[in-house]
């Protein structure tokens, strides 16, 4: 049950909660569509990226959502080992670069040292980079505003 008083109606927590400001939840939701629609990002990097941060925030929202639109995505097994992403066999090097940066962006973002820089310019452009920044700024701040008000939708998200 959300921490704050939510309009009538039988949609998801979420999206009531969202429409407490109408500009302000249009605008989340704007950034969550850039994120999902916009980004030159493959789906196993975001998705990586994605999930670690949803580790991170204990969001269950996060952790619940799977992306089943593309093929070539994450499998249930890779979602489920993401915290011991440094030996899932199965990762790329940018994967795991991906979920390193979202590991360190919500843990020790200011421990990204000249090493670990070398390492993300080695796999990814600078324009990678920054939409991976903005990816994990969306999800590690929305996925913890969906924590401190406890809301929640009522079934598995599939993007």
Same mark, same amino acid.
């Given at each position: 049950m959300a921490r704050v008083e939510l309009p009538d109606g039988d949609g %998801? *927590? @979420?999206l009531r909660l969202y429409s407490l400001s109408p500009a302000?939840?249009?605008a989340a939701g704007n950034f969550t569509g850039a994120v999902y629609g916009d980004s030159v990002l493959p789906t196993r990097v975001r998705e990586a990226a994605r999930?670690?941060?949803a580790e991170v925030n204990q969001c269950p929202v996060c952790l619940d959502t799977r992306t089943t639109s593309d093929? %070539?995505?994450l499998t *249930? *097994? *890779?979602y489920l080992a993401?915290? %011991?992403?440094r030996s899932v066999g199965t990762f790329s090097s940018r994967e795991r670069i991906a979920v390193e940066f979202a590991e360190r962006f919500a843990t020790d973002h200011l421990g990204m040292d000249d090493d670990f820089w070398q390492r993300a310019r080695g796999e990814f452009s600078d324009a990678e980079l920054f939409e @991976?920044?903005?990816c994990c700024a969306s999800w590690l701040g929305l996925g913890r505003m969906?924590?401190?008000f406890d809301a929640g939708v009522s079934c598995r998200i599939e993007l």
């Open positions: %998801d *927590e @979420l302000m939840g249009a999930i670690r941060i093929p %070539d995505g *249930e *097994e *890779e993401i915290a %011991d992403w @991976l920044g903005v969906t924590q401190i």
